[in-house]
């Protein structure tokens, strides 16, 4: 078993080390130096589910790694007891090249992340961290690996070493080298079909996708790293919005913690980035997610509103209106939200596109 362990943090180590044909390398932050050794650790914690009030649920719960590092099929994430939340869980794999995390940014690294769904009521529920650490100390295994790869004594093993060691797992799960990847970037014109070339188009040009999910000349990461109000959820709620953010408002000065008020209720989860800043501006507004894998991480949103690619494309085709017969834009959809007037051959040509962001590793959802 160890020998098996050591084997998979050489290989998870390594992929550090050689970015994939279409992604830059992974930053690796300083304070936080990857190790073998480290990784190892990190994907032991990663799928302990001792780390939670019920003994049932861990990080890979809502993150597995047969499905692409999300939950799929489910809307919403399903924590202790069955308890669900109002998010949607977004897919690890390339998380590390994320300049914030969650979808509306409340932590500004993979570190700070992996602190809170202990402690989320309907995540993993624990009262505080204490019981994480006395899970680790009164292990033999666990408290031998920290001291190699911390070099600490069983005392001194702190969270902190916790979310240090998952955060470095994480960053191992990376993928690029789609087919599109080859064919754009690896010039194989025979590695997508004419259908997802002339999506390729509509994404850059009549679609205007590529305005959020940004490219780079050697590399893509399709995702700008900005907040827009792209009229989901929030629709649903316009009638409510002022009285709902003065609510908030009133109950985050009084010491309200947003990580649980955006996953216990429904209506504060559609407040979105505002949720985090204050700033109306921000109402409403969610984080541009990848379109990496996107064909294998249905369904789609940060509601999980949305059940196909289909959908999604022609929600942005209305202009950002759940209902165009009968619905108006809210009062803070973003800017470049209005109708595309795509024709169907354009959208069946875009979703072709999109599923060539597969990588191999998900093609069939992905098992490590």
């Not at 990784?39 to 589910?49: K, P």
């Not at 003065?246 to 979105?272: E, I, P, Q």
């Not at 109306?280 to 249905?298: E, H, Q």
């Not at 108006?328 to 959208?347: A, H, K, V, W, Y």
Request: aromatic share 8%.
């Amino acid at each position: 078993m160890k020998k098996t362990i050591a084997i998979a943090a050489t290989m998870l180590a390594a992929q550090v080390c050689a970015a994939p044909l279409g992604l830059p390398e992974v930053p690796i932050p300083a304070a936080n130096p990857q190790t073998e050794e480290k990784v190892a650790l990190g994907q032991r914690l990663f799928n302990d589910t001792r780390f939670s009030s019920t003994g049932t649920v861990s990080c890979a719960t809502c993150h597995a790694s047969g499905t692409a590092f999300t939950d799929s099929p489910k809307h919403v994430s399903e924590g202790i007891n069955q308890l669900t939340g109002t998010r949607n869980a977004p897919t690890v794999v390339n998380a590390a090249f994320n300049q914030t995390q969650f979808w509306d940014g409340r932590s500004p690294d993979l570190e700070d992340q992996a602190l809170h769904p202990f402690l989320n009521p309907v995540e993993m529920g624990l009262p505080d961290h204490g019981p994480i650490l006395a899970t680790i100390r009164d292990d033999r295994g666990y408290t031998r690996a920290f001291k190699r790869v911390f070099n600490i004594d069983t005392s001194d093993i702190t969270i902190k070493h916790v979310t240090q060691a998952i955060a470095a797992f994480e960053r191992t799960i990376v993928s690029g080298d789609s087919p599109f990847d080859r064919w754009y970037y690896g010039h194989d014109d025979n590695a997508i079909g004419d259908a997802a070339k002339r999506g390729f188009e509509v994404f850059l040009k009549e679609g205007r996708c590529v305005s959020c999910h940004s490219m780079e000349q050697d590399f893509a990461l399709f995702t700008d790293h900005k907040f827009h109000n792209i009229g989901i959820g929030i629709n649903d709620i316009q009638g409510k919005v002022t009285g709902l953010a003065r609510a908030f408002l009133v109950a985050k000065a009084n010491g309200a913690d947003v990580d649980v008020a955006v996953l216990t209720d429904a209506d504060t989860s559609h407040l979105g980035r505002f949720a985090v800043t204050d700033d109306l501006s921000k109402m409403g507004a969610f984080k541009t997610p990848t379109l990496r894998n996107i064909a294998v991480t249905a369904p789609y949103m940060h509601d999980g509103s949305l059940d196909t690619l289909e959908e999604v494309v022609n929600h942005y085709n209305n202009g950002g209106i759940t209902d165009p017969q009968s619905g108006n834009p809210n009062d803070f959809l973003s800017g470049g939200i209005r109708p595309l007037n795509l024709t169907e051959q354009q959208i069946t040509d875009l979703v072709a596109f999109m599923e060539t962001l597969t990588s191999p590793t998900y093609a069939n959802g992905g098992n490590r």
